[in-house]
């Protein structure tokens, strides 16, 4: 017996390294192509062309929707494997109110999902195939890779170019006007090659995360289908079909071996069944045409606005700060600040948009290093889109996080309902100089209701900068 120990040890041990080897082996080997740009620039251009499509597309808006797409989105981007993750990367995830089976993902990291993708997915499982291979794109570095190439050509203006590339057809056509675009986008479109190096390392990201790549590949079928004898969803103009994708997937797929995927979870029913009580979507083609911006998936403004929820919520925006809120106000992201409101008190109003109630946290550029001047330059320029408003007080000093603040009261008159209002702003300068401020506004006869509110929303704020 003691023998017969002794020998089966090392087949043992020979058995269990094999069984770790075994799954690092059985994958495809993925290489991300050279790349001569400063990988920071991939920060500065997706940015650059997320401002831009915010202005031009419609983000659904809906706070319950967009946490649950982030989560899904996050879980993937954690997976990324070690050597393709970049530490300057910002990962953020968004809901387009668009009808179009669609995603796209601007270098650094930007990624957006058209609600009609959600709509279309059978189970989580084909929705985060699409995002994963989304966000593989960003990850090898595809975007500017190709933007290396269109620089030596000597084409347009970046932002605009790799914007109206990923999302393409007529969106990214309206996107791309004045943007140089031309034959610029000819090395924007995603080629061949890295459309199968996306669907492979998509494949293995989705098994780190506990997805199994097959529903990327049934996801891919769905898109295809939906393509026949009508133009197709415009996923397909910007993700050429690289052949036999499909099978070489779900090969990708047998060799992972993901044990016990997730496939339909209880958030993906819920937020299916959210967006049927919706009205219906634009189409991007519709949207191209008759432009506007949708402000959320809730009712149209006015009518009876409901007072400050007594509970609150905490929101974290990117890496600058987080904030409670009243539990009833909604998040309505904007590329440079955030408002939380309740239903029917934000909109859009010729092409701007509006809020009567609520408040407004965001960060603005500073020539000053003085709070007080920068303060002053701040508040001029929001005179200048407010005819009317009028100082109701002098500066007082606050404290936001142990920060040296102000803060200001202000009259106006709402552009909505044409009554007073009451417009409340703090303020606090940031490290780097920025100023980051916090404006609350209500109508004056209701302003009492939600001074408390307001105060609360500014002692709730932690800066991270």
Request: net charge positive; glycine share 10%.
């Amino acid at each position: 017996m003691h023998k017969l120990r002794r020998s089966a040890g090392p087949a043992s041990i020979a058995l269990m390294i094999s069984m770790l080897v075994m799954p690092v082996m059985a994958q495809t080997r993925v290489s991300a192509p050279k790349n001569s740009i400063d990988i920071r620039k991939d920060v500065e251009l997706g940015r650059q062309a997320a401002t831009e499509a915010e202005r031009q597309m419609p983000l659904l808006r809906d706070p319950d929707i967009d946490h649950y797409v982030d989560r899904v989105g996050r879980r993937l981007a954690e997976a990324i494997p070690p050597e393709f993750q970049h530490r300057e990367f910002q990962y953020s995830f968004k809901v387009v109110n668009a009808r179009d089976i669609n995603a796209f993902a601007l270098p650094g990291g930007f990624t957006y999902v058209n609600r009609g993708l959600i709509e279309a997915a059978r189970n989580e499982g084909e929705l985060a195939g699409v995002i994963a291979h989304e966000i593989s794109h960003v990850a090898l570095r595809h975007g500017t890779a190709q933007y290396a190439k269109a620089q030596k050509a000597g084409w347009g203006q970046a932002a605009g170019q790799i914007l109206g590339a990923v999302i393409g057809g007529g969106a990214g056509s309206v996107i791309a006007a004045g943007s140089q675009l031309g034959i610029g986008a000819y090395f924007l479109k995603y080629s061949r090659d890295y459309e199968k190096q996306a669907d492979i390392l998509g494949s293995q990201i989705m098994a780190r995360a506990d997805y199994d790549p097959h529903d990327l590949a049934n996801m891919f079928r769905t898109i295809e289908q939906e393509s026949q004898g009508r133009g197709g969803p415009e996923w397909l103009s910007s993700h050429p079909n690289p052949g036999n994708r499909f099978e070489y997937i779900n090969r990708e797929a047998d060799m992972l071996g993901v044990r016990n995927p997730i496939r339909t979870t209880p958030e993906f029913t819920e937020v299916r069944a959210r967006l049927r009580d919706m009205p219906r979507a634009r189409s991007m083609e519709e949207i191209g045409r008759t432009g506007g911006r949708s402000t959320s998936g809730g009712r149209p403004m006015g009518g009876r606005i409901e007072a400050p929820s007594r509970n609150y919520r905490t929101y974290n925006a990117g890496n600058v700060f987080s904030v409670s809120v009243p539990s009833n106000w909604r998040e309505l992201q904007n590329s440079d600040s955030v408002t939380y409101a309740p239903e029917g008190a934000f909109g859009e109003v010729e092409g701007r948009f509006i809020f009567t109630h609520g408040a407004m946290l965001g960060v603005a550029p500073s020539s000053s290093r003085n709070l007080r001047a920068a303060t002053d330059q701040f508040v001029q320029a929001l005179a200048q889109n407010n005819p009317n408003m009028r100082g109701q007080s002098n500066y007082r000093r606050v404290s936001i996080d142990g920060r040296e603040g102000l803060s200001i009261a202000l009259s106006n008159v709402s552009d909505v309902t044409g009554r007073a209002e009451t417009i409340w702003i703090a303020t606090t300068q940031l490290r780097n100089g920025e100023l980051l401020y916090l404006i609350g506004v209500a109508p004056q006869n209701e302003f009492g209701n939600y001074q408390n509110a307001f105060s609360s929303i500014l002692s709730s704020i932690r800066v991270n900068g």
